[in-house]
Each structure stands twice: as structure tokens, then as C-alpha cells.
């Protein structure tokens, strides 16, 4: 009964954003709580509640003074050589740009912070996307997906995950997967270029040395890019999730809040922050809490300016912390009814006797759902041990079982239970359900490209 239950609970939270019955925040609030009532356990709602939002107030921590410390880079133009440097490469292509999108996400996981990522690739790439009046969901689901494959660093969390829940060295994990890797980025920068032709066709572009006329790198900046090619044919995109936003400017080369004094001092403090972040010398909520009392103070040493800044980013900070503490109701109703623990049991009992030898092959594929619909914390110490038991049963090292549960990661990253997704959808204006109804089949796509990689070089 639990795991119908629990199936059911997820498919109707799915169903309800996608349709946007509910906005996500209430989704994630209402359905678990009616389905803990349906089994029978409301009496115990408020501890399910009160556990799960102990469990990710660290995250939410975190993503708050994130948003604050990458807000004030951005607006203290640390990131406009990056966002210059994107624009002189994509021009007025949309194939070029979402590649670029593809190329600057994957860049930019190298810290291993999905959040970071997505502010850093939103920032500089959504004025291109609003002036080209292309799709924003390409660009959220391009960048979630390039993440996703990223996000098997060995400090990006999964790796390590594996390794600790199945005592093992993640070196022995993380290098052989490698190449299996590798080509999975490059499915997504192929997966990049076909969507960028698709908009390019949607959009009815004549070729670029047709249309354009030369302008110079301050208005390029200003405006987000260069102007549109002018249509041969097609819409303009005006109809697409997100493309309606004509206040939006850009980044303004001549803003007040500009700091180019201080370009080196941020920098370095960026890149310490980043050090310190990957060498886990701190916790990273209060490294970025560190990091932006520090950013707040030497940028705009005057109170007035500090609460200035502060107040500019509110509106993502509530937004990504109220979804976060509202993903922490889900959690703890799906965690403390026992779910998740039937869901995954099921799944695994569900395995046919004779797939035994093959178990590796069986977590690969049962990574995709299971980390969507679970945490990572959830799949690799809940489940990871339990498939590779059964893998040792049939002579499967735990090193592939582990490799394996690598592969689901470019779809986790669209999951509705990862923070993270909520800032690239929340900064690009894209509505979670069409993010997730036009990104899922590509993740997934990619993570069966990986999986297929991996069988084929012989790791998995």
C-alpha cells in the first residue's frame, strides 16, 4: 500500500505542476500532507515536517547566501569578461548560443555547486535569449543537463556518496568513468547544437553576415547581444515559456554598482571561496556566509549600499528558500511514512532472478528513476547497498555497482527534489513544469548515452 501510495503521491505532484494546477510551493506543501493523512499517519505530519526542514535548512542556508555572494559578483562585474567573451562567440546565432549555454554550464560545475552554476549560466546567457526571443526552457534544460553530467565530480556529491555508502576509494569510482563521461558532455553539446538548429529554423534566421550590422562590445553587453537576425519566416518565440520580459536589460556596462577596483580583490575571493568549498575546509553554508558578509563589506562599505544589494536580491532568495523549506515537507512525508524504503524495495524485488549477473546494468538503468524521485542521500545509502549485495551475489564487484549509480545524475538534476533546479528556473522566469516537461526526456536520454558509454568501454 505505501508504495502505490507513494508512486501516486509523485505522479500527482508531477501532473499538478505540469498542468499548473498548483504553483510548485504549494504542490510540494499540499499533496504530501493529504497523502499522509491517506495513510494514516497525520497525527504525525508535524514531525515529518519539523525533521525534513532540519534536514535541509543547511541547504537552504547555503543557497541563500549564495544568491547573495554570486548577486553582488554580478553586479560588481566580475563575470562580464565571461559574459562579453559568451557574446563574441554566439553573436546573434541561436545555434551558438546554446551551445555556449552548454559549454559555460559545464565550465562553470567545475566547482561542483549546481546552484553557482546556474547563476553564473543564467546570468550571462538569459539577455541573449530575451533579445534573440528564443525559448528560455532550452536554455534551463541545456544547462540542468550539462550540470547533471558534471555533477559526478568526485566533489560534486554523488561520487562521494557512492564511495562512503559502499567503503570504497572514489578515485577507484570517479577515473574509469571518465571517458564514459566525456561522452556523455559531449551528447549534451550534440543535444546543444540540435536544439540550436531547431531555434534557428523555429525563428526563421537569415544567415548572420546578411543582417547584422557591427556594434560595438559596450552595447553588445548592454543589450545581451547584438540585434536579432531578421525573421525569413517562422514566430517569434513570443508564445514559448519565458519569452515575454521586455524590461528586462541586460547587464548595463555603466551600472552603478560596477567595482572595477576591486575586479582582483574579488576574483581572488571568489577563487578562495571556491578552494576552500572543494578542500571542505568549512561547511559551505558558512562559507558563503563567510563569503558574502565579506563581498557585502569591502564592495559597499556604506550601510545604505549593503541593504541596497541585499533588498535586489530578495526576491530569489525568498523564492529558492520557500521552495527549498516546501521540498522539505515532500521529504519528510515521503522519508518518515516509509515510502521511499517500500518504493525502492519494490523496485529492487522487482529485479527478475535471471538479471542477477547483470546487476550493474540493472542500477544503471534503476538510477534514473530512483535518484529522480528520491534524494541523492536517499539512493546512494538507502539503495546503493542494497543492489550491491545482490550484485555480490551474482559476482558483480561493487566498484561497477557503484560506477553505475552515477549514470541517473544529468536527470537528477531536474528532479523537483534538488534546491538548485529552483534557482535556474526562478532566475530564468521559466515555470517548473515546463522545465521539466521539455528537459526530462533529453536528461534521461543523456543518461542512458552515458550508461551505453560505460558498457561499451567496458567500466560498467
Excluded at 19 to 34: C, D, G, M, R, T
Excluded at 71 to 82: A, H, K, S, T, W
Excluded at 223 to 235: Q, Y
Excluded at 327 to 351: I, P, Q, R, S
Aim: glycine content about 10%.
Amino acid at each position: 500500500m505505501l508504495t502505490v501510495l507513494g508512486f501516486t503521491m509523485i505522479a500527482t505532484f508531477l501532473v499538478l505542476i505540469m498542468l499548473k494546477k498548483l504553483s510548485p510551493i504549494a504542490a510540494l506543501v499540499l499533496i504530501p500532507a493529504l497523502f499522509c493523512v491517506f495513510v494514516g499517519k497525520g497525527a504525525h505530519l508535524g514531525d515529518y515536517v519539523v525533521d525534513g526542514v532540519g534536514k535541509l535548512a543547511p541547504t537552504a542556508a547555503m543557497l541563500m547566501f549564495a544568491i547573495i555572494y554570486f548577486g553582488v559578483m554580478i553586479d560588481v562585474g566580475l563575470f562580464d569578461p565571461i559574459v562579453r567573451g559568451i557574446l563574441r562567440f554566439c553573436k546573434a546565432d541561436p545555434v551558438r548560443v546554446v551551445v555556449g549555454t552548454a559549454v559555460l554550464a559545464a565550465i562553470v560545475s567545475l566547482d561542483g555547486d549546481g546552484s553557482t552554476t546556474f547563476m553564473i549560466t543564467v546570468s550571462a546567457m538569459y539577455p541573449l535569449y530575451k533579445r534573440l526571443k528564443m525559448s528560455l526552457v532550452v536554455m534551463t534544460g541545456v544547462a540542468a543537463t550539462a550540470n547533471g553530467v558534471m555533477n559526478t565530480l568526485p566533489w560534486g556529491g554523488p561520487t562521494a556518496r557512492a564511495a562512503t555508502a559502499l567503503k570504497l576509494d572514489a578515485t577507484d569510482i570517479f577515473v574509469p568513468m571518465i571517458p564514459a563521461l566525456a561522452v556523455g558532455l559531449v551528447a549534451v553539446f550534440v543535444l546543444a547544437y540540435a536544439l540550436g538548429r531547431r531555434e534557428r529554423k523555429r525563428l526563421g534566421y537569415l544567415t548572420l553576415d546578411e543582417v547584422l550590422e557591427p556594434e560595438s562590445e559596450t552595447a553588445l553587453v548592454a543589450a545581451g547581444g547584438s540585434e536579432p537576425a531578421r525573421p525569413a519566416g517562422g514566430g517569434d518565440g513570443a508564445d514559448l515559456p519565458g519569452a515575454q520580459d521586455p524590461g528586462f536589460q541586460g547587464l548595463d556596462p555603466k551600472r552603478a554598482t560596477l567595482r572595477p577596483r576591486l575586479y582582483w580583490f574579488n576574483a581572488a575571493l571568489t577563487v578562495a571561496l571556491l578552494t576552500a568549498m572543494i578542500m571542505e575546509w568549512l561547511p559551505i553554508p558558512v562559507l558563503f556566509l563567510l563569503g558574502a558578509a565579506l563581498a557585502l563589506t569591502v564592495n559597499f562599505p556604506h550601510m545604505p549600499d549593503q541593504k541596497a544589494r541585499i533588498a535586489a536580491h530578495s526576491d530569489n532568495v525568498v523564492n529558492v528558500a520557500g521552495m527549498v523549506f516546501a521540498a522539505a515537507v515532500f521529504t519528510g512525508v515521503l522519508n518518515g511514512t516509509g515510502m521511499v524504503k517500500h518504493m525502492a524495495d519494490w523496485l529492487v524485488g522487482a529485479v527478475p532472478e535471471g538479471m542477477g549477473p547483470h546487476m550493474a546494468l540493472v542500477t544503471g538503468i534503476l538510477s534514473l528513476p530512483l535518484t529522480y524521485f528520491m534524494s541523492n542521500d536517499g539512493f546512494y545509502f538507502g539503495v546503493l547497498p542494497v543492489l550491491a549485495e545482490a550484485g555480490a551475489a551474482h559476482g558483480v564487484s561493487s566498484v561497477e555497482i557503484a560506477r553505475a549509480s552515477l549514470v541517473g545524475q544529468a536527470l537528477h538534476m531536474s528532479s523537483p527534489l534538488v534546491p538548485a533546479v529552483y534557482v535556474l528556473v526562478g532566475m530564468a522566469k521559466v515555470e517548473f513544469g515546463d522545465h521539466t516537461r521539455f528537459t526530462v526526456k533529453w536528461a534521461a536520454l543523456t543518461s542512458l548515452v552515458v550508461l551505453g558509454a560505460g558498457i561499451l568501454f567496458g567500466i560498467i
